[in-house]
């Protein structure tokens, strides 16, 4: 499993730009980390059951679905840099991410660079673990 480091929740940290919220923070960082890792373990540890996703290709996501692209090498994340980051509670169990991050990632082999904006709800489960329940992301300008 990986796990991220203090440098690596410092990356994520210094891209918020609106309130502290260290728990959603350091759940973004986790799953940075597991995403550049190709890391099913950690993934599926931080991806609700129930997953909802839209890709940038308009196509929804299952966590299934996320799973086997990392598991299969599908998707691989090379480079993950968060510019900004915006959380917004809504409860105590239930946070909205909304992070601008440039991106190198090979699809299917063809590798896509750029600015993309991800959307995501982040819930609080039973045993206190936050879980990504559904999300967006788009290429920006």
Do not use: C, N
Request: glycine share 8%; aromatic share 6%.
């Amino acid at each position: 499993m990986s796990s991220p480091d203090a440098s690596d929740r410092a990356v994520v940290q210094a891209s918020l730009t609106g309130a502290a919220d260290p728990e959603i923070v350091a759940a973004e960082a986790r799953l940075r980390v597991a995403q550049l890792a190709g890391d099913v373990a950690e993934l599926d540890a931080l991806l609700a059951d129930d997953l909802l996703f839209t890709g940038p290709d308009g196509r929804l996501w299952s966590k299934a679905d996320d799973l086997a692209s990392h598991r299969d090498g599908v998707v691989r994340f090379h480079v993950h840099a968060p510019e900004s980051l915006q959380v917004r509670r809504v409860g105590d169990d239930v946070a909205i991410a909304a992070m601008r991050a440039r991106l190198v990632v090979a699809v299917d082999g063809v590798e896509r660079e750029g600015v993309f904006g991800y959307t995501r709800v982040w819930w609080r489960a039973a045993a206190g673990e936050w879980r990504v329940v559904g999300g967006h992301v788009s290429p920006l300008p």
